[in-house]
């Protein structure tokens, strides 16, 4: 079968949803076209955006892996929301008021990290799991000392990334996730597959990844088109921060 490159595993990567149901709706129909193993999701399925119990139902019924993001943990009260800006910390307080008991237990049931079969899920980073963004070389270098796989799986900074250990001696570096290309993973790597509820890399567009395992490892960073104007009415119509509502078109 000269051409065809056979799979054991395909996972399809979500991370920070953040109540934006229309975003995750298009990755999952966008993931389905060519279907996939399991749903892996990094955290902070809500905060932000006007839709939460319906995003944490989604998630409890689609996905084989979820993680509790800050968002989540700050909404459920495990973390004070004075840890967050006062446009976060305003949608919090709202998204407390409006989620419904079943995704408040669904949320509470989560860890924020995940290892098993060489990889490891975190929100943040593998040795802060909540909080840490790994953006820097420094922090990536840091970050590889604190899992023992082959990959470990990152959201909370909204930007796709991907960061491969270098052989000794080589600086590291962190790439930006490119959408349309699939990319072997060498040696040990981190991933980011980006936001799909709220994009910070200049594209509007909802990104996602999806991770094979074999017959060798690779990612391919998605981005997929969504109706963000209607994100935008409903975030107005919860009277949501504006700054957060106007953000959303600008992939900011």
Request: proline share 6%; glycine share 8%; net charge negative.
């Amino acid at each position: 079968m000269h051409g065809i490159i056979l799979v054991e595993m395909r996972a399809v990567i979500v991370s920070d949803i953040h109540s934006n149901l229309a975003a995750l709706q298009a990755v999952l129909e966008d993931a389905a076209r060519e279907g996939y193993d399991e749903l892996w999701c990094l955290g902070d399925l809500v905060g932000y955006g006007p839709l939460p119990n319906q995003c944490v139902a989604l998630m409890q019924t689609k996905a084989a892996r979820c993680l509790a993001g800050n968002h989540d943990l700050g909404v459920l009260g495990a973390v004070p929301l004075d840890d967050f800006n006062v446009h976060a910390a305003a949608a919090n307080r709202w998204t407390a008021g409006v989620l419904e008991e079943e995704a408040r237990a669904y949320l509470s049931s989560l860890a924020s990290r995940q290892d098993f079969d060489g990889v490891t899920l975190a929100h943040g980073s593998p040795r802060d799991p909540v909080w840490e963004y790994v953006v820097s070389p420094y922090i990536a270098a840091a970050s590889f000392a604190a899992f023992a796989g082959n990959v470990c799986f990152l959201g909370h900074s909204h930007l796709p990334l991907l960061c491969c250990e270098p052989p000794h001696g080589t600086p590291l570096r962190l790439l930006a996730g490119q959408a349309g290309r699939r990319v072997p993973l060498t040696g040990r790597c981190i991933v980011n597959p980006g936001s799909v509820g709220q994009p910070r890399d200049g594209d509007p567009r909802a990104a996602y990844a999806i991770y094979e395992d074999a017959p060798a490892s690779a990612i391919e960073f998605r981005r997929v088109a969504y109706d963000v104007a209607a994100t935008q009415t409903l975030m107005r119509q919860a009277s949501l921060p504006a700054y957060l509502i106007e953000r959303l078109a600008q992939g900011r």
